[in-house]
């Protein structure tokens, strides 16, 4: 089976799809590895273009979003990067940048499997936290250690955590900083599942092919119901459901053919 690679920069993130119309399962890979996938502006930017490629690809069913080495999924942002940053710069670049990134990415048509391959880190477990479901590696650590350094999360670590595990648990991570394990995640009910490294990738694809192979459309509308239930994006669901279930009627047939014929538009209320 061959495979189509978009690569985006460097590349430090990689989109792959099967090229078997059959196989309609996309991946994602953090490709950062010699610095532990840590994020920078311009991932934030390759994350991004990403994600607007995959929602319009109507062929690509699920997505895996995961991260090359074995050592780390993502630790966060990348001390460096936003640290030389100018307050303004800081805000618009970095804290408002990577919200628009990760509602994206939280708000993906397709569902999302989170394979984490190591740690998760500040803005690495942020990120986690948009797809739909995760699977761990067993030496897979995660944490929330902003405080540690003077700063917040700040890319919804306060909001969707606590969507997640409640207010409570979500308080024990990020004040304290502290490290919690795999088996500690699961059962908080961080992540869904804990298998061992050589087989994270493994378990990951057979769970995107069995969703794959259900309805489409199904996934995508009970994706979008479920997120407006946690709070994710409740406008635009039901604006979405009511225009969906307005095209479907013979008055929306009605007003199109006649502002096409520009004559006075008859409904009839069905």
Same mark, same amino acid.
Request: hydrophobic letters at 50%; one cysteine or more; aromatic letters at 4%.
């Given at each position: 089976?061959? =495979?189509?690679?978009?690569?985006?920069?460097?590349?430090? /993130?990689? &989109? %792959?799809? @099967?090229? $078997?119309? !059959?196989?309609? +399962?996309?991946?994602?890979?953090?490709?950062?590895?010699?610095?532990?996938?840590?994020?920078?502006?311009?991932?934030?930017?390759?994350?991004?273009?990403?994600?607007? =490629?995959?929602?319009?690809?109507?062929?690509?069913?699920? /997505?895996? &979003? %995961?991260? @090359?080495? $074995?050592? !780390?999924?993502? +630790?966060?942002?990348?001390?460096?990067?936003?640290?030389?940053?100018?307050?303004?710069?800081?805000?618009?670049?970095?804290?408002?940048?990577?919200?628009?990134?990760?509602?994206?990415?939280?708000?993906?048509?397709?569902?999302?499997?989170?394979?984490?391959?190591?740690?998760?880190?500040?803005?690495?477990?942020?990120?986690?936290?948009?797809?739909?479901?995760?699977?761990?590696?067993?030496?897979?650590?995660?944490?929330?250690?902003?405080?540690?350094?003077?700063?917040?999360?700040?890319?919804?670590?306060?909001?969707?955590?606590?969507?997640?595990?409640?207010?409570?648990?979500?308080?024990?991570?990020?004040?304290?900083?502290?490290?919690?394990?795999?088996?500690?995640?699961?059962?908080?009910?961080?992540?869904?599942?804990?298998?061992?490294?050589?087989?994270?990738?493994?378990?990951?694809?057979?769970?995107?092919?069995?969703?794959?192979?259900?309805?489409?459309?199904?996934?995508?509308?009970?994706?979008?119901?479920?997120?407006?239930?946690?709070?994710?994006?409740?406008?635009?669901?039901?604006?979405?459901?009511?225009?969906?279930?307005?095209?479907?009627?013979?008055?929306?047939?009605?007003?199109?053919?006649?502002?096409?014929?520009?004559?006075?538009?008859?409904?009839?209320?069905?």
């Amino acid at each position: 089976m061959s =495979e189509d690679v978009t690569p985006f920069g460097a590349p430090l /993130v990689t &989109l %792959t799809r @099967a090229s $078997d119309a !059959a196989n309609a +399962v996309a991946t994602v890979t953090l490709a950062r590895p010699a610095k532990l996938n840590s994020l920078t502006p311009a991932m934030l930017d390759e994350l991004e273009a990403c994600a607007r =490629e995959l929602d319009a690809d109507t062929a690509v069913r699920v /997505v895996i &979003l %995961t991260a @090359a080495g $074995d050592k !780390a999924f993502c +630790v966060g942002a990348d001390i460096n990067e936003w640290a030389a940053l100018a307050p303004l710069d800081m805000w618009r670049r970095w804290v408002k940048r990577g919200h628009q990134v990760f509602d994206q990415w939280a708000r993906l048509r397709q569902p999302v499997i989170v394979a984490i391959n190591g740690h998760a880190f500040g803005g690495g477990l942020e990120l986690a936290l948009t797809g739909d479901i995760r699977i761990a590696t067993e030496s897979a650590q995660f944490a929330l250690p902003e405080a540690s350094i003077a700063t917040c999360p700040g890319w919804s670590g306060t909001q969707r955590l606590v969507q997640l595990v409640g207010a409570s648990q979500a308080k024990y991570l990020a004040l304290s900083g502290r490290r919690i394990s795999a088996k500690e995640a699961h059962a908080a009910a961080l992540v869904h599942e804990v298998v061992p490294g050589a087989a994270l990738l493994t378990r990951a694809n057979a769970l995107a092919q069995e969703m794959a192979a259900k309805a489409p459309i199904s996934l995508q509308l009970t994706k979008q119901l479920i997120n407006a239930a946690s709070g994710e994006e409740h406008a635009s669901t039901l604006e979405a459901m009511a225009g969906a279930l307005a095209a479907t009627t013979a008055d929306a047939a009605e007003g199109i053919a006649s502002f096409r014929e520009k004559r006075v538009a008859r409904y009839v209320g069905r």
